[in-house]
């Protein structure tokens, strides 16, 4: 890892942050409509997750139906193969839920704590 203000361009920090709230922005998005692989790809990319992947993308939709997160159900195609569609399951929905509160309360205090003091995000430097 290499140290703040050394060449590190923050891609090390994005990926590590990334890790931690995939899971919950891809039942998010499923929590719209239910979407094959590709498609949800295609949503991650649209609100601004142009770094994430099928090989990111595929693997985490397996554990999630291994959770109860999302269930699937092969769907004709209307080119090509028939292909998994993942919705969200009712645990799904209330894991959602639970992960969305505790994001929020995380933001407010790392937000809070940024502004109490680092000075140079515009805080109060105390």
Known sequence: MTAPGRGDDGADRQTQLLRGVLDMCML???????????????????????????????????????????????QDSPAGPPRKVYALTAAGRQTLD???????????????????VAPSTGGTGR
Do not use: I
């Open 28 to 74: 998010a998005l499923l929590s719209g409509a239910p979407a094959h692989g590709y498609e949800l790809v295609g949503r991650l990319n649209a609100v601004g997750f142009g770094t994430v992947g099928y090989g990111t993308v595929y693997p985490l939709l397996t554990r999630m139906r291994r959770l109860g997160l999302v269930a699937d159900e092969v």
């Open 98 to 116: 639970l992960w969305a509160s505790q994001w929020s309360g995380f933001v407010e205090t790392v937000n809070a704590t940024l502004t109490d």
